[in-house]
């Protein structure tokens, strides 16, 4: 069974290994990828406290008036003092390259997506901005903007799920299909490790530094693997999940929840002829005790004269995909409904925990620098694996002097 194992272990590795390289290497880039955004450029998320903030709506006018082609989408607001208010506008592309985002569109927000689980058509209300304008809450001025599909750590994304070939792509595939062989990959190497006896698990839980390069790759590849073998197999099986949509549906089963075909439609606002609607200022204050006491919260305005006010509330702690989301009406300011993640099926409280498991953001910043440290030694397999592989390569390979001495001593 070892040998059996072992060649499963080793031609799944050559097969997809320079896919998991790559993969594994984006990946740790992109644990740190607000981090890395935020320390390159602290101009445009942090500002310096003032007095006191403007309106929200003085702020969303005086931006659109410095973009008045710019269609709103989407306000997000820190109860940090020190952070920007986020202006989502959808800005008119050039035709051509609006296919870029429906390629690239997260699993999750595509019906065709091979790990969805709603429909890609969407209400109004959830229309995403392809620009972000960064505004000083105290003044109103626009201290930068921001296309994150173009730039690199987009492309760093894209390559982590598409190999840059775009979403329901051959390298869309690819990299499916890679994981999926990660998971064989890491199983087999937990059962190639698993020692006979009490003295062997003692030499493969430690490295031996001082030993022959032989000996140090070997280690290298054994008891890295066993200390992140688990962390992996989390990791891919969540990968998994945001890939196919049969493990998709596997989460919801073991769960015993079914799958969300569609996303549910917002309430409607009661119409009000004459009555002027509300400002968001004054569609928030039904709000705020929960909005004071939140890490950030997302409103969106409503679309036509029957549609309301989303607005999308993180309480401080909690995960981001764990939102609350509250709908207003527009004209009497009244809660016209909720869309609460404590009231979500157990199928989608655990579905939305996927991606930031994935990604280790589940608990901040200490699962961020775990994830960190295992996608990077997850860079040892391959090479290591290589290396291994090449040695038992040569070790068997028949050596030319040894053959002709025997030739000779059997024709004496």
Known sequence: MKVFFRTIH???????????FGSCLTGTVLVFEKEIDHALHPERYYVKPQAARLPLSQ???????????AKPASIM????????????VIVPEKKGKGN??????????????RGGDIKDKKPKEAERANLILFINPYNGEVVGQYSRRQSFLFSVEMYHRFLLAGKDSAGDLIVGIATLLFLF????????????????MRQRLKIK?????????????????????????????????MSFKWANKALYAVTGSAIQIEQPKPPRSVYQ????????????????????TANFYTIRTPKDSTGTFSVNILPQGAIESTADTYFIDQYSGRLAGSQLFADKSLGQRARALV????????????????????CLLSLIFPVTGVMMWLNRIKKKKPDAKRLVRHKHVLQA
């Open 59 to 69: 702020l969303k006018a005086m931006a659109l008036k410095q973009m008045p082609k």
């Open 185 to 200: 990959i890491l199983i087999t190497g937990v059962i190639l490790w698993w020692p006979k006896t009490k003295n062997i």
């Open 209 to 241: 530094w001082g030993g022959s390069t032989k000996r140090l790759t070997h280690d290298l590849h054994l008891v890295t693997g066993f200390y992140t073998s688990v962390f992996l197999i989390v990791t891919v099986t969540t990968g998994l999940i």
């Open 273 to 292: 002829a004459g009555v002027k609607p509300l400002s968001i200022d004054e569609a928030l204050k039904g709000l705020s005790g929960k909005i004071n």
């Open 355 to 374: 991606k930031p498991i994935h990604t280790g953001a589940v608990y901040g910043l200490p699962t961020k620098i775990i994830s960190f440290i295992v």
């Open 77 to 88: 607001v820190y109860n940090d003092a020190e952070r920007t208010v986020e202006f989502g």
């Open 10 to 20: 080793l031609y799944l590795s050559l097969a997809a290994g320079i896919v998991i």
């Open 100 to 113: 870029k985002e429906k390629q690239t569109a997260k699993p999750e927000e595509n019906k065709k997506g």
